[in-house]
């Protein structure tokens, strides 16, 4: 779990690299970092970076399981399994085939708020690339066997990684309770009820609906320059028509929280219990200003690792806990959520361990964090620019997530500005605000039998 919630905050890192690079010529000419809009809507960033002949191409479509009509969760998710699929122009497994022939790589995966396909190929493919991310764009072949087949396999996919994991199951849960009305709620893979239901029409409508250049974000990055990815972008992604104008992205938004809720899950392939407290809390796009650069810095501060408070306090001198960290999922489009989680070891119960986080956490809204406490958690940020900038395809994330959640090619380059700029009462006044516990979720994942007390 650890290595999942810790997957937005190493993007946000990335945002540091990739405005460092802008004046650090070993990581390539940054200062060339470039946006484009064809005429047919689809919006291009050129993210040069010399240092090796590779280049990742990635395309961002602004549709994720949060935009998904009610009764056909898990659509999102199924239709990044279907681009896969033949084409009018190519047979199913063409475009992977060439994508091994030269030695690349190829993925995709599918968020609340977005949907990428990217490939990792030499320079020389990436006209190749873009001609066959292009035609599957709008020739996919959606018959009713491709559907059923692949249906079959998204059904199989559930059963293995959410029916077979308790903590998955508890975290669906965690989420469908948290959230009263925001569309965050409902997995992204999609109940298994209505993964059942989904048909050729669903998936159809839906790629005429999403599937469009001017719903959709290019980022090349890597041994490129703008008026090559430009030229290679006109014409073959310039040849697609710009698709139906989408209203925007206005979602239910969540009401005012009053109450605190449990929810627990006791299973016999669960052995050792874990807890995890969330709250609904504002994103890098629904925050005003400064509040979620103080939230990422609370979270570093109260468990962003070693030398975090959670850690300091329950692992290394109560001893009473395995694991103990914080993470805020910033990068998102509508208001998000700050979870504290913690594992017991030894002889301690879930409940010590949840006792002290949750003390840890109105220690530091009553009393605040030092300058120098805050100051060191900015530089951890930093010095993970280190590792992080050798990441091309880090980089591309991070310009596609946020340009698919509202945020622009700008809002990149000023983030380390707005993080050296929070004060510590912003992030006293973060955790006053929002860790109230009088208005969170806690989930308690526990061995058969047992209850979290």
């Known amino acids: 779990m650890a290595s999942r919630l810790r997957a937005v905050a190493l993007a946000l890192v990335l945002a540091i690299t990739s405005a460092m690079a802008q004046n650090d010529p070993a990581a390539g000419d940054g200062a060339d970092i470039s946006t484009f809009t064809l005429d047919n809507g689809l919006e291009v960033v050129v993210i040069p970076d010399r240092r090796a002949p590779v280049v990742t191409h990635m395309l961002w479509y602004k549709v994720g399981s949060a935009d998904e009509q009610p009764g056909k969760s898990g659509i999102a998710h199924f239709f990044e399994h279907l681009m896969f699929k033949g084409t009018e122009n190519h047979p199913a497994g063409e475009f992977s085939a060439a994508i091994a022939a030269i030695g690349g790589q190829e993925n995709a995966f599918t968020s609340y708020d977005y949907t990428a396909y990217f490939q990792q190929v030499d320079p020389a493919s990436l006209e190749t690339m873009m001609r066959f991310e292009a035609d599957r764009m709008t020739n ?44 965050y709620r409902l997995p992204i893979i999609g109940w ?68 605190r809720r449990t929810v627990t899950l006791d299973d016999p392939r669960v052995t050792t219990p874990t807890f995890r407290t969330a709250w609904v809390v504002p994103s890098y796009t629904t925050a005003e200003t400064g509040q979620a650069e103080a939230l990422d810095l609370l979270s570093e501060i109260l468990g962003g690792g070693l030398r975090s408070r959670l850690y300091r306090e329950l692992v290394v001198k109560q001893g009473i806990a395995a694991s103990a960290a914080a993470y805020y999922r910033g990068t ?115 061995p058969a039998g047992e209850e979290p007390t």
């Open 140 to 183: 996919l072949v959606l018959t009713d066997e491709v559907i059923d087949t692949e249906r079959d396999v998204i059904i199989e996919e559930r059963g293995q990684r959410i029916e077979n994991e308790p903590d998955a199951i508890l975290g669906e849960e965690l989420d469908a309770t948290l959230y009263q009305a925001s569309p």
């Open 192 to 259: 298994m009820h209505e993964i059942e239901q989904l048909n050729r029409e669903d998936a159809i409508d839906f790629y005429r609906r999403y599937y469009a250049p001017n719903n959709a974000v290019l980022v090349v990055a890597g041994d490129v320059d703008t008026d090559t990815v430009q030229r290679l972008a006109e014409e073959t992604y310039g040849e697609i028509p710009r698709g139906p104008n989408l209203p925007a992205r206005i979602r239910p938004t969540e009401p005012e929280q009053n109450t």
């Open 332 to 446: 998102a489009l509508d208001d998000t959520s700050f979870i504290v989680y913690g594992q017991p070891r030894g002889e301690a119960t879930i409940a010590q361990v949840e006792e002290a986080a949750m003390a840890e956490v109105a220690k530091l809204a009553a009393e605040g964090v030092t300058d120098d406490e805050l100051e060191a958690a900015k530089k951890r940020f930093k010095r993970s620019m280190i590792f992080a900038r050798d990441s091309q395809s880090g980089m591309a994330r991070i310009y596609g997530t946020t340009l698919t959640t509202g945020g622009t090619v700008a809002d990149v380059a000023e983030w380390p500005d707005r993080i050296d700029a929070v004060k510590a009462e912003q992030v006293q006044a973060a955790a006053k605000r929002y860790l109230e516990a009088s208005r969170s979720v806690t989930g308690y994942l526990m």
